[in-house]
């Protein structure tokens, strides 16, 4: 039984939960090993959201942190971490979360959001809704077929709609989106600090 489940049955059966009597480890394994969101570790605690994504910052709680310290670890295996990785996040459970961090990464940071931004636009917060909640979905079932190892039918998606579509695009071009120098950045900044 995870500690999330602990403290909920702590709470059910009547006392009375304190987030200051929560240690930087126990909100770190809720955050970070558990998955579980700023609401609902709030919602356990009875406090405003905020207060928890104020604790966790002040504690450098983050999953880029916790990334940084899982690589960290076991530097000289980085292969075996790039497999833990892959494990921890490439489950069911995640798919939602996923979807949604992809979708923020490749569509609404990127020109979507100026358009809509853009006082002339014609795109209006509901269908700036309609949008995201569509991309999020798609990516949730492409996520899914991967995750799941459906791979027969993710090749099927991927050669049906590459039979009718997008053959007058430019070539796909990886662009990471300024990531990857932060994270190269962020674990020199991490050594740099342990040493």
Known sequence: MGLFEVLTKKKDNGEELKIEELSSDDLRKLYIEENKTDFMIADLFNVKKSKVTYLRRKMGISIRNAMIDDYLAN????????????????????IDMISKAITHFAFRNGPVEDMHADPDSQLSDSDMKTLNKYMVNRLAYVFTLIIENRRMEFDYLIKNLDFWAG??????????????EEFEEAMRNMRNFRN
């Open 167 to 180: 053959h007058n695009w430019d070539k796909a071009e990886p662009d990471d989106g300024g990531i990857r």
């Open 75 to 94: 530097q000289t295996e980085a292969a075996e971490v790039n497999r833990l990785v892959k494990e921890k996040i490439l489950v069911e459970d995640n």
